[in-house]
């Protein structure tokens, strides 16, 4: 924090300093001289159960993801569902924007046949559209407070603003594994551009 001015640490940080910690112990008690049969024991030991109680809490945690995971739950959300709603909608191809790149990245798992572009990045990340398409935009209740901004990057980066800034329609399915929890996408239709069609 005080060299570096960090303020926000992700735990997967640490996994190459955690990692090879085992290791450097395994080392150590190996080098230990006539405990080390009783040592090699006893790391086995911890070894197994480590391994058993990491794969519990990864079951456990696939379990009861969809009941803990609000109000994200990237992993379960109803993207199949929102997409071939968006397909009944109308959309046969071209872009689609979103605000959240998560969000683009799942609805281009489920629609190959779309340029997904999320307004989180500069419009030079991604390729030219290429073909005649439409111009779609796509926003869910996540990241509401990204909603002007992508809006406004619609306008300035890929020309294609749209009459309104309310939505066309709202999909909404229940997350995977979790009936009571719903989730909604909103659209709209813009009118396709140089940057978005």
Not at 62 to 89: K, N, S
Not at 117 to 122: D, K, L, M, V, Y
Request: glycine share 8%; hydrophobic share 45%.
């Amino acid at each position: 924090v005080f060299l570096l001015g960090a303020g926000d640490f992700k735990p997967r940080w640490f996994y190459s300093v955690i990692a090879p910690l085992p290791l450097v112990l395994m080392l150590s008690a190996r080098l230990g001289g006539a405990a080390s049969a009783n040592r090699d024991a006893a790391l086995a030991v911890l070894a197994a159960v480590s391994v058993a109680g990491i794969m519990i809490y990864r079951v456990a945690l696939d379990i009861g993801q969809p009941m803990a995971c609000q109000p994200e739950c990237r992993t379960e959300q109803p993207v199949a569902a929102w997409a071939q709603d968006l397909r009944e909608a109308g959309f046969a191809g071209g872009t689609i924007l979103t605000n959240d790149y998560h969000l683009a990245g799942n609805l281009r798992a489920a629609m190959p046949e779309a340029r997904l572009i999320s307004s989180q990045f500069p419009r030079r990340a991604y390729a030219r559209p290429a073909g005649e398409g439409q111009c779609l935009i796509v926003w869910n209740t996540l990241n509401l407070h990204l909603k002007d901004a992508m809006f406004d990057y619609a306008e300035s980066q890929l020309g294609a603003g749209p009459a309104s800034r309310e939505p066309e329609g709202t999909f909404i399915h229940p997350i995977a594994g979790n009936e009571a929890y719903l989730m909604a996408l909103n659209y709209r239709f813009a009118e396709p551009a140089e940057q978005c069609r």
